[in-house]
C-alpha cells in the first residue's frame, strides 16, 4: 500500500528509542516499502545501522538547520523524496512543520495546534493509562490501518568495531571474571537525580563485595559525578573506574553490553541500556513511572507513593522535609536489594544474556 514512509521523531535519547519498536513493525506490515527516519543529528549513533531502516535524515537542530533560510531548504530536501506516508511522533513545532510541510500523500501522528490542520489524522502524544510506546502503536493501528504489532522492545545496533573496542576497555579496566555494575547518576531534570551519597553508597556496598564499579554519563555529567565519588570511603580502589563524558553513544552502549546491572536515573542512558538487554533498577521521581519505565521485564522501576508523583517539574517546589521527598524516600538498603536480585538472577554480561520477550517493567512503590 505505501511505497516511502517516513517516521519523524526529534526528541532526546530515550524519546527516540522508544519509537524503534515502530520500525519493526513497519517492516513487518510493510516489508517491501522504503521506510526513513528523520532525526536529530547528535543522535545518529541510535539508529544509524537499524536494520529495520533504509535510511536515516539527519536535522542540525542546533546548528547548521537552526536558522529559517536552512530549515526551508531542509523541508524542500524532504518533499523531493515524495514520501507517501508521514508518520510524526514528535509533538512540537518543528517536527509538525516538516511534517505538514513534507508533502506526503498521507499525514498522521502527533501535531502542536493549529498544525493539526495539515494532518489527515491527529492522535494524543500521550495517554496517560499507557507507556509511551503503546501511544506510538496507537498511531499505527488507528491512523495507519495496522493490525500486526510486531514488537521485539528496544533496538539498537553497534558496529563490530565498536563491540571490538569497548570490550577491550572492559578488560583492560577489570579483572578477568569480575562483575561489574554500571552507574549513570545524571539526567535532564534535577528532579529525576536520585541523592548522590545515595549512590555513593551503594558503590562503596559493591566495590566492598569484589563487584566493580563503573560511572558513566555525559560531559554535562562530570561535576555530578566527581561530588558523588568524593563522597566514597573506596574512591581510590581499583574497582572503581570513571567513564563520565569518555564514550560516545556508541561507544556507551558497546560497553555496557560488558556490564552485569544497571544502577541508573530515568534518562537516555537508561533506555540505551534496555536496548542493550542490560538488567536494571531504575529510581524514579518527578517522571512518570507508566509511561517511560524501562521497556523489558527483567527491568524495575522503584518510586515512593508521595502525593505530588509524577509532577512533571524540573525543580522540586517542596520545602522542609517534603523537599525532594520522591527520592530521598527511596533509600540505599532498598536499592541494593533489587541490585542484588538481579545480580544473582542473571549475573552475566548483558550482551550474554537472551533477548526478552515481555517488556513491562516489575514497578516497586514503597
Not at 146 to 172: C, P, Q, S, V
Not at 243 to 266: R, W, Y
Amino acid at each position: 500500500m505505501y511505497k516511502k514512509i517516513l517516521v519523524i521523531n526529534l526528541m532526546h535519547i530515550g524519546d527516540l528509542l522508544l519509537t524503534t519498536p515502530i520500525f519493526r513493525t513497519l517492516r513487518t506490515n510493510f516489508p517491501d516499502a522504503y521506510i526513513a527516519l528523520l532525526a536529530d543529528k547528535k543522535l545518529a549513533d541510535l539508529v544509524k545501522l537499524n536494520e529495520n531502516l533504509d535510511e536515516c535524515l539527519f536535522i542540525d537542530k542546533k546548528g547548521d538547520d537552526n536558522n529559517i533560510p536552512n530549515f526551508v531548504n531542509f523541508i524542500k530536501k524532504v518533499r523531493d523524496k515524495k514520501f507517501d506516508l508521514v508518520i510524526n511522533l514528535h509533538r512540537n513545532e518543528r517536527a509538525s512543520t516538516l511534517a505538514s510541510f513534507s508533502g506526503a500523500k498521507k499525514i498522521v501522528g502527533y501535531a502542536k495546534p493549529g498544525f493539526s490542520l495539515f494532518f489527515n489524522k491527529v492522535l494524543p502524544n500521550l495517554n496517560q493509562e499507557e507507556h509511551q510506546i503503546d501511544s506510538h502503536f496507537d498511531v499505527l493501528r488507528e491512523a495507519v490501518g495496522i493490525e500486526k504489532i510486531d514488537d521485539r522492545g528496544l533496538e539498537m545496533w553497534i558496529g563490530d568495531d565498536i563491540k571490538i573496542g569497548t570490550e577491550k576497555i572492559f578488560r583492560a579496566n577489570f579483572p578477568a571474571g569480575t562483575k561489574v555494575v554500571a552507574f549513570n547518576i545524571g539526567a535532564s531534570w534535577m528532579t529525576k537525580r536520585w541523592i548522590d551519597a545515595y549512590f555513593a553508597e551503594c558503590a562503596d556496598i559493591l566495590i566492598n563485595r569484589g563487584i566493580g564499579v563503573a560511572f558513566l554519563g555525559g560531559d554535562m555529567d562530570k561535576g555530578i559525578v566527581g561530588a558523588c565519588v568524593e563522597q566514597m570511603r573506596q574512591k581510590n580502589n581499583p574497582l572503581l573506574k570513571i567513564f563520565t563524558g569518555d564514550f560516545t553513544l556508541a561507544e556507551l552502549a558497546g560497553f555496557l553490553d560488558n556490564c552485569s546491572v544497571m544502577l541508573t536515573t530515568d534518562s537516555g542512558p537508561m533506555h540505551i541500556g534496555v536496548a542493550r538487554n542490560i538488567p536494571l533498577v531504575c529510581m524514579f521521581g518527578a517522571s512518570p513511572v507508566l509511561g517511560f519505565s524501562p521497556y523489558d521485564e527483567k527491568d524495575i522501576a522503584i518510586k515512593s507513593p508521595v502525593p505530588c508523583h509524577p509532577c512533571n517539574k524540573h525543580i522540586c517546589p517542596n520545602v522542609g522535609d517534603d523537599n525532594f521527598a520522591c527520592m530521598k524516600k527511596i533509600t540505599v538498603e532498598l536499592v541494593m536489594k533489587y541490585v542484588d536480585e538481579l545480580l544473582e538472577t542473571y549475573g552475566q554480561p548483558a550482551k550474554d544474556l537472551p533477548r526478552s520477550k515481555k517488556f513491562k517493567c516489575r514497578v516497586v512503590e514503597l
